[in-house]
């Protein structure tokens, strides 16, 4: 038996608004929110030892330990509203949208390692791609936590975990810096030209045309109140 609930995503802050008022449409969006960051964790965890430098991969392992706090707060405050912190359907995950069409690596590829080393091309496909993404989770949770009082606890953590996102995606433009810096700038900005079109692909397929996202999934699994 499957149920329906709507996950009002997009850029207009007063469906966040509405969303922030109905304990079960939060509670399903925090278990979304809390699924992307534990799959961004799981591409961690590979990357650490498949990025080409020390540099990368320490600066993996940190990213991965955020994602993974990141995880960690969500979870809490799903249990706090009286949910379950629960699993969502892998196309509900923005990250595997996103390499759908082509923005970061797909997981699989970056599963494949640690066998094989991440080449230059693969590396730059990959920053620029996780550069965009944090991008967008950082000003998703903006528009979310303007949608609550200044003393929401809720507000909070969105605030606590977006400074993060926008830190990472400041440090993945420092490592295309990098690959600029070897001669592969070319290669750079035609990487986050592609990514800078395809991403907003991504997040309009992602939503229906009301700008929201539906999950059909079981009423546990969303983590609804009870
Ligand atoms: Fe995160
Ligand atoms: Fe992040």
Known sequence: MGTSTIVQFGDDLAAYQVMAQND???????????ASELWGARMGTFL????????????????????????????????ELGGIPGPVPEEAIYLVRCAQVGVGLPVERVEGSPERVLAPEECIRLFAGVHVIEARGARTLRTFADAFPEDDPTRALLEDIMGEEAIHAASDGDALESFRQQGLASSVDAMLASCGENEPIAWRRFLNSAGEYVFRVEYEALGARK
């Open 24 to 34: 079960t449409a939060l509670v399903a969006s925090l278990n979304l929110f809390r």
């Open 48 to 79: 650490a030892q498949a990025l080409p430098t020390p540099e990368f991969r320490s600066e993996a392992l940190l990213h991965t330990v955020q994602e993974l706090r990141h995880t960690y707060l969500f979870d809490r405050r799903i249990r």
